[in-house]
C-alpha cells in the first residue's frame, strides 16, 4: 500500500454524522407524515438553490476529510516507513494548487511578484518585479497575459456549459421517462415552471456552478485566481481547505449539543420536580459564565493535554485536530441552553395533554411516553434550531480566532485569514485578496446555509406555516 | 442604513463640523499650537516602580522620569557613559581580601571587594508631589491619612498640596535597599545579590521580617546593608564582591534611581492602594519629566518638571550628527518638549493610520506597512518610497543590540550533546534554515543574518566577512553567501541521517520545534518552519503552544528545538555569551541558559572573559569562544532585528539610542508645521456620504409614490 | 414583590458559587499558581524563590479546596477557592495578578462600555423597529421582498468584516472619523460615532428580520382586523395597534441584555481602543490574569441573573394574568 489511511477524530464523527442523517433521511422517507414538510421545503426555489451550493461545500468538505499519510518514496517494503504530513483525497485532488508555492504575495492571476525585488537581468542587478514561479510561467510575454486569461475564462465557461447541458438532457429525459411524457412536453412544463418542485432553480442553479467551477479550473491550472499569501501559498486552495473546517464547526457542535439538549431539556419538562431544579441550576450556572472565557479555559485544558501527551498526537495534524474538536465540544457544552430550555417549555405544555396523561395512567414506562409522544412533537423544534445554529456557528469561528481562542493556528480556517489580512490591509499597495476570498467563500456558505434554514423553518414552524 | 441612521450620521457629522479642527483629529481638547509631542503605546505598562519595571514599554516612561547617576551619551557612538546626577562617572577601587588597595591592573583573581563612591550634584530637587508637601509647622500634610480623607481622591492631582524636596545621597541607598524587598519581587533581585555585598542577606532579613509580621510597613532604614552606604549628605558607596566591570551599566539603569521615602510612607497610607495610588504606579522622581495624567487604558501623559535640575543639549558629536542637524540644538536648555502625550493603541491598522494622518509623531515600522514606506536602493539600502518623502516623512535604522536565534535542546537524545554526529547534525540544520530568506519575506529586510552570538555594535563584533560563521555561511566575492543546501545534505549523512533517514533503522528523522504562535503571522511563520526541513527531506512537526506551556518545557528541558531571542540589558559580550555559560543552565538551575548547552572550554574561556577589560586580548578570547559556539551549533544564529522608524518633518533630534531609555528630553518639535501638514492631509470626503442619500431616495421614492397612488385610490 | 426579589437574589447565591467553583476548576487545571507567577514576574532573571514570594503575596500559596493541615473550618477556609472567592459576594474583587486593584478597573471602564454598548442598544432598535415597520408596511411589495434578502445577507456577513470595512473607508479613505480612540465628555462623540455606527450596522440584519416576523405576527391578528374594518388608515393602524403590541416581545427582549451592557463588547472595544470592561476581559484572557478573569465571570453571572429577573418583573408589568410566585 503506498499510502496509510489516517482517521482523525473529527474525521471519524463527521461520517458517523454522515450515517446518522443517512438513516434519517431513509426513516423520513417511509413515514409519509415526516415527508411531507421536506415536500415544502423542495417546492422552495430559494431553499433548494442554497441546498444545491451547501451540497457542493459538502462534497468538498467530505472529500477533504478522508485522510491518509503518503508511503516515503524509498522506505522499504517490508516496513514501510510514512510521512508526517496528513494529507486528504482533496488535496490529492488539487495537488497542483498545494505544491505550487511561490515565494510570497502575489496579487490574484498575476504574473509577477507584488513587491520589487533585485534581479540578475542581463549581468545587471536591476530592481523590479520578479516573475512567479508558477503563475502565469507558460507566458513567454507579459502581453500574452490578459488574452491568454481571457482564452481561459472562456475555455472555463465553455465546458462548464457543456456539462450542464449534458446534465440537464440526462435529467429531461430521466424525468420525461419517470412521468411518461414526451421530452419536447416535458421541456415545456419546465419552462413554465409548473412542475411541482422548482426545476428552472435547480437546473439554473447548477449550470452557474459549473460555469463557475470550470472557470476555476482553467484558471487554477496556469495562475493563482484569488492569489498568493506571505509564504506565497495559494490563496483558492487556503480557502477551500477551510471548507472543512467551518463545516466541522458547524456540525460537529450540533452533534455535541442535541443530546444535552433533547435529554435535559425534555427530562425537565417531563419529569418536573427536583430534576427540573437540578437541570435548570446547571444550565442557569453554564449560562451565566460569559462563552468567550469557558472557551478560552477549554481550548487552553486542550493545549495542557496536548502538551503531556505529545506521544498520542504525532502529527500536527493531529494536534490541530483535537483542538479543533474541543472547540467544537465547548461550543456545544455552552449553546445547549437555549434548545434545552425550549423544548423544557414546550414538554412542559406536552405532558399535560390528555392522550400522555392517560399514557401515563396505565402505567406505560416513561421512556416509552418521551419517545413515542414527547420527542415526536418537539421535533421540529429541534430540527429548526439545528439549521438556524449553523450559520452562527461558523461565523462565531472566525471571531475566535481573532481573540485567539479558536483553531490551532497552524489550521486552515476563514477565521485565520481574517486575522492574517489584519496586517495585509494595513500595506500598501493594500493586499486585499486574503480578506476577500475568505469573505465570499464565508458568504456564500453562511448565506447559503441561511436560506435553506429559512426554507426548512417557514415549513416546520407550525406558526408560521398557515400565513404563507 | 435607514432614516434614522443617516440622520444621526448627519446630525453628528455637523457637530463635527462645528468643530475648528480635523474631524478625524482624536486629540479635540488640545490647542494646535502647543509643543505636544504625541506617541502611541501597544500594551499597558504593568510596573513603573523603579525597582520592578524592566520591559521596554514600562521603562518608557520611567526612564523620563526617574534619574539614575548615569546616562549614555545621546550622540557620541560606541556607547559612552556619563554622569546625569553624579559629579562624575565612578571609578572602581580594588581591595584585597584583607582590605588592601590594588592598583588597576591587578588580576581579576586577586581581587576580593570593587568599591564605587558615588558623588551627587547637590541641588537637584524632586518633581512636585504630595509626598513632600509640610504645613506651616513644618510636619508633613498627608503623612498621617485615615481611609476617610484619602477616600475621595481618585488622582494625584486631587491632593491640595504639594511640595519638593533636594535629591540626597540616601534616596539611593534606599532604592538598593528596595531591591531586596520580598513584597516587590525586583527582577534583577537574584542577579544583584550575587554581586552587591551584603545584598542577599538583607533580602533574607527582610523575608523573615515579613514573614514574622505580615501587615505592618517594612523600615528600610532599621535595616543596614553593607554594600550600600550613605557617605556624606552627597555621598553614597557601593561595593562589589570580587570584580564585576558591567556593573557600571547598571548605574544608567532605573533599577538604581533614587526613591524618597516620603513616597513610600504616602502610598503606604490606608485606601491609597485601593485606588492605584502606588510608587508602582505613580511615580516620583527626580527627572525632566513627571506623569501628569495616568491612565494606562487610555493615555499617558508626561508634563515637563518644573524643579528640573537643567542639563543642555550636549555639544560633542559627529560630524554626521551635525549634517543631520541633531546638533542644531546644541547647548539648549532640556527638555525641548513641553508635554509628551502616549495613547494606547493596540491593533496595527490604527496606529499605522494616525501616523499617515499626522497624529502620531513617530511610528515603528510593522513588517506589513513596510512596502509602503520603505524601498531598496540598489545598493541595498533601505530609502523611504516617494509618497513617504513627498509627506517629508524621514526615515531612522538601527541595529538593534539583540539576536533572535533557535536553540536545540543540549539535552535532547536527537539533536543535543557534543557528540561529531550530533554536531554535525545541527550545523547542517544551520544551513538548512534559510534565515536569509526569512528576513526578506517576515521582516522585509529589517534585520542582519546572524553570524554569532554577538550582535553589531557591541566589543568583539567583527564587520564583514571576517566575522563570518564559517559553519553556515562562506564568503564568494567579498561577500557573505550561505553554504549551498547541499552541503547540509553533506553534513546530515554524516550525522549518520543520509537523505534524512536514519542510516541504521531506515527511520524517516522527525524533529519537533517548540513555538509560542500566536499572532496573525503565526500560520505564515509556521509554515515557513516547515519548508525549510522539506529541503533536506527531515520532517518537522511544529507545535505552537501558550507561553505557560513553553516556559514549562524550556524549564524541564522538553523542547527539541526552540525560537528564542535575547535583548542586551548592557552592551557588553558578557550579556551574550552567558545565555550560553555551563552553569546557567536551564534546567536544574533555573539560569538562562535555555539551550543547556554545557562546553568545559567555553565556559573555562568564558569565566576569563567577563572580568576582562576592553582591548586586543579581550578579543582574542572572544574570537576562540565564538569558534567554539560556532562549531557546536548550540542555536541556530537566526538574525539581529534592525529598527526601523519613521518620524515626521516636524520632529527633530532623533538618534536612535538602543541603550539609553531617556531621549525624550532631546526631541523637539514644531506644532505650527504639524497643524499645518495635519489640516492638509485630513480633508474630509463628502461624496460617499452624498451618494449614500441618494441611494436611499432611490430605493424608496417608487415605493413611496405607490403607495401615496394606492392611498389616494381607497380615499 | 420585594419578597420575591429577595428569593430570586438568594437563589442567586448558589449560581455564583457553581459558577465560581466551575472557573477556579478550569483555570487551576490550566494554570498553576507557579505559571501565574512566571507570567507575571517576566521572562528574564527569575529565581524560584522569587516565585515563591509571588505566591505567598498573591494568596496562591494554600491547597486549593481543602486544607488538610487546618482544623476545623478552617479546612474549608484557609483555601485559595475561599480566601478568593467568598469577599467577591461582597463585591471586593481584591488585586489584579498585574497588582491593580479591580473594582476601581471597573469602575472607571464601566463607563466606556456604557458609552458605546447604551447607544449601540438605543439607536439599534431605533433603525431596526423603523427598519422592520418599513418592510411590514410595504409588504408583499419589492421593498418587503428585497428588504429580507437584504437582511439576510447582512446577516450573513461577518461582524469582523464590518469593522474592519467601517475603519478603512470611513475613517482612512474619507478621513470622516477618528480610527479609534475614547474621551470622555462632549469631546468623546467622535470617538464613539464610528463603533456605534458599525455595531449598528452589523446588526441590522439579524434585528429587523426578527422585529419584522414579531410585527407581521401582530398584524395577523383578530383586534388589527377590527381596527382596519373601523377605517382607521393603515399608517394609523401600524402606529397604534401593531407597533405599540409589538413592543411588548422587543422591549421584555430587550430588559435581559440591560444588566449586561455593562459587560461591554469584546470585539469592538479592542478594535476601537475603547477602555471598557470589554477589552478589560480581552486583555485579562490573553495575559492569562486569572484574577481579573475571575472577577469578570462573577460580575458577568451576577449581571445575567439581574437581567433574568427584571425580565420576569417586565412579563407581569405589561401582562397581569403573570403572577411572581
Known sequence: ?468 | MTRTGILLLGLGLSLLAGCSDSWNNPYPDSPSDASVLYSAFSERPKHLDPARSYSSNEVEFTGQIYEPPLQYHFLKRPYTLIPLTVEAVPTPRYLDASGNVLPADAPASAIAESVYDIRIRPGIRYQPHPAFARDAAGRYRYHALDAAATARKSRIGDFEHTGTRELVAADYVYQIKRLANPRLSSPIFGLMSEHIVGLKELGAQLEKAVRDNPDAALKLDDFPLAGAEVVDRHTYRIRIKGKYPQFIYWLAMPFFAPVPWEAEVFYAQPGMADRNLTLDWQPVGTGPYYLAENDPNRRMVLKKNPHFHGESYPVEGSDEDREAGLLADAGKPLPLVDEAVFSLEKETIPYWSKFLQGYYDSSGISSDSFDQAVQFSAGGDPQLTDSMREKDIHLITAVAASLWYVGFNMLDPVVGGLGEDRRKLRQALSIAFDYDEFISIFLNGRGIPAQGPIPPGLFGYVEGVGGLNPYVYEARNGRIVRRPIDAAKKLLAEAGYPNGRNAKTGEPLVLYFDTMASGPDAKSRLDWMKKQLDKLNVQLVVRGTDYNRFQDKIRKGNAQLFEWGWNADYPDPENFFFLLYGPHKKVGTGGENAANYDNPEFNRLFERMKDMDNGPARQQVIDEMLEIVRRDAPWIFAYYPKSFGLRHGWVHNVKPNLMANNTLKYRRIDPVLREARRDDWNKPVLWPIVLMLITLVAVIAPAVIAWRRHERKTA | MFAYILRRLLYAVPILIGVNLLTFALFFVVNTPDDMARLQLGAKHVTPEAIERWKAEHGYDKPLLLNPAAEGTAQFTDTIFFQHSAAMFAFEFGKGDDGRDIGNEIRTRMGPSLAIALPVLVVGLMVNISFALLMVFFRATYLDLWGVVLCVVLMSISGLFYIIAGQYFIAKLWNLLPISGFAGGIDGLRFILLPVLVSVVAGIGSGARWYRTIFLEEIGKDYVRTARAKGLSEVRVLFRHVLKNGMIPILTGVVVVLPLLFMGSLITESFFGIPGLGSYTIDAIQAQDFAVVRAMVFLGSFLYIIGLILTDISYSWVDPRVRLQ
Not at chain 1, 498575476?110 to 510561467?137: H, N, S
Not at chain 1, 481562542?405 to 493594500?430: C, F, H, K, Q, T
Open chain 1, 1 to 468: 500500500m503506498s499510502f496509510m489511511p489516517v482517521i482523525l477524530w473529527t474525521d471519524a464523527l463527521i461520517f458517523v454524522l454522515m450515517v446518522g442523517v443517512l438513516a434519517l433521511v431513509w426513516f423520513i422517507r417511509r413515514h409519509e407524515h415526516l415527508r411531507a414538510p421536506w415536500r415544502v421545503v423542495a417546492q422552495r426555489p430559494m431553499a433548494m438553490g442554497a441546498a444545491l451550493v451547501l451540497g457542493a461545500f459538502v462534497v468538498i468538505g467530505l472529500l477533504d476529510s478522508l485522510h491518509y499519510r503518503e508511503r516515503l518514496a524509498d522506505s522499504p517494503a517490508d516496513a514501510p516507513q510514512y510521512s508526517v504530513e496528513v494529507l486528504s483525497v482533496f488535496d490529492a485532488l488539487v495537488s497542483g494548487l498545494r505544491t505550487r508555492q511561490e515565494k510570497t504575495y502575489s496579487a490574484p492571476l498575476a504574473m509577477q511578484l507584488y513587491a520589487k525585488e533585485f534581479l540578475e537581468r542581463d549581468g545587471e542587478t536591476v530592481r523590479d518585479y520578479p516573475r512567479l514561479q508558477y503563475g502565469g510561467a507558460h507566458l513567454k510575454h507579459a502581453d500574452e497575459h490578459a488574452s491568454d486569461i481571457a482564452r481561459r475564462t472562456l475555455v472555463g465557461l465553455t465546458q462548464g456549459l457543456a456539462v450542464g447541458l449534458l446534465l440537464f438532457g440526462l435529467l429531461a429525459a430521466w424525468q420525461a421517462r419517470r412521468t411518461q411524457t414526451q421530452l419536447g412536453a416535458w421541456l415545456e412544463v419546465w419552462t413554465t415552471g409548473r412542475l411541482g418542485w422548482p426545476g428552472r432553480t435547480v437546473v439554473l442553479v447548477l449550470t452557474l456552478m459549473l460555469l463557475l467551477a470550470g472557470m476555476l479550473i482553467q484558471l487554477a491550472s496556469g495562475y493563482h485566481v484569488f492569489g498568493t499569501d506571505k509564504v506565497g501559498q495559494d490563496v483558492l486552495y487556503i480557502s477551500l481547505k477551510s471548507i472543512r473546517t467551518g463545516l466541522v464547526i458547524g456540525t460537529l457542535t450540533t452533534l455535541v449539543t442535541l443530546p444535552l439538549a433533547i435529554g435535559f431539556g425534555i427530562a425537565a419538562g417531563y419529569f418536573r420536580g427536583w430534576v427540573d431544579d437540578v437541570i435548570q441550576y446547571v444550565y442557569t450556572v453554564l449560562n451565566s459564565i460569559p462563552g468567550v472565557l469557558l472557551i478560552a479555559a477549554a481550548v487552553l485544558i486542550v493545549q495542557v493535554y496536548i502538551e503531556s501527551h505529545p506521544e498520542i498526537f504525532d502529527t500536527a495534524a493531529a494536534r490541530a485536530d483535537v483542538r479543533l474538536l474541543a472547540l467544537c465540544l465547548i461550543m456545544g457544552v455552552t449553546s445547549w441552553t437555549g434548545l434545552a430550555r425550549l423544548l423544557r417549555g414546550e414538554s412542559l405544555k406536552l405532558r399535560t395533554l390528555d392522550y400522555v396523561e392517560a399514557a401515563r395512567a396505565f402505567g406505560v414506562s416513561h421512556v416509552r411516553i418521551i419517545s413515542r409522544h414527547i420527542f415526536p412533537n418537539v421535533f421540529h423544534l429541534v430540527l429548526i434550531a439545528i439549521v438556524l445554529d449553523f450559520s452562527g456557528l461558523v461565523l462565531a469561528e472566525a471571531v475566535l480566532s481573532y481573540v485567539g481562542v479558536g483553531v490551532d493556528p497552524s489550521m486552515y480556517s476563514w477565521g485565520n485569514m481574517i486575522n492574517g489580512a489584519r496586517l495585509e490591509l494595513a500595506r500598501e499597495p493594500v493586499v486585499w485578496w486574503q480578506l476577500g476570498a475568505a469573505f465570499a467563500f464565508m458568504f456564500a456558505l453562511v448565506l447559503a446555509a441561511n436560506l435553506f434554514a429559512d426554507g426548512v423553518r417557514d415549513a416546520f414552524d407550525p406558526r408560521l406555516g398557515g400565513r404563507r
